[in-house]
Every structure is written in structure tokens, then in C-alpha cells.
């Protein structure tokens, strides 16, 4: 991926100015477990599955620890539409995973460079 010094300073200073947590993974790819040629479909540019599940938890822990977001997965009232999001989701990646044990790429997610 592409990111340039001056676009990191813009935003740091926005984010500063409205008092807004700015966080630049591309700095923290070892640290989060990003491999951009495993856990990408484009080079990078957008995360595959595996980079999405392991952004979501560096994530996720971030606005636990640090802003007390409860976890609601198990809120009676979540459930329901908890539960068929995760049924989508857990179909989605078994059509990835399949995708790539068959041609070792994401063939519905492939970027073709014009």
C-alpha cells in the first residue's frame, strides 16, 4: 500500500485538532500479524479475510481496553441478528477458504490491474 508522510501528518493533525484517536496499521502490520501477500486480495490494498479477522481483533481489543466497549454478542436482545450475521459470515468464509485450497488465490475477489 501507498502512504505518504504528508498524509499521515495531515491526518494526525485533524485528528488531534477534533480529538480523534488515529491509529496508522501500516506502521503495525507485525505487530497486528499482517501478511499482505496471506492476508490481502490486491496487493495490499484491501484485506482478504484472514486480514480482516485479524485487524478486527487489534482492533476490537483497542475499543475494549481503552473505551470499555462491552462485548454484546450474548445480549438477549443482539442475539437473534447476531446469530445470522455469524452464519453469513462463517459461509463467506468457507466459499474464501475454499477458493484458495482450489486455486490458491480469491478468484471472486481478484484485482486485475488495468
Do not use: C
Not at 478486527?56 to 450474548?74: C, E, N, P, T, V
Amino acid at each position: 500500500p501507498h502512504w505518504y508522510d504528508e498524509w499521515d501528518s495531515q491526518i494526525v493533525d485533524y485528528a488531534e485538532k477534533n480529538d480523534l484517536l488515529f491509529i496508522n496499521t501500516l506502521r503495525l502490520t507485525e505487530e497486528i500479524g499482517i501478511d499482505y501477500s496471506t492476508d490481502t486480495y490486491d496487493a495490499g490494498l484491501h484485506m482478504n479475510l484472514s486480514g480482516a479477522e485479524k485487524m478486527s481483533r487489534y482492533l476490537g481489543h483497542i475499543l475494549a481496553d481503552g473505551y470499555g466497549l462491552a462485548d454484546k454478542r450474548q445480549d438477549p436482545a443482539l442475539a437473534a441478528s447476531w446469530a445470522a450475521k455469524l452464519t453469513v459470515y462463517e459461509q463467506q468464509k468457507a466459499d474464501q477458504l475454499l477458493e484458495l485450497q482450489t486455486y490458491g488465490y480469491l478468484k471472486a475477489f481478484r484485482f486485475e490491474s488495468n
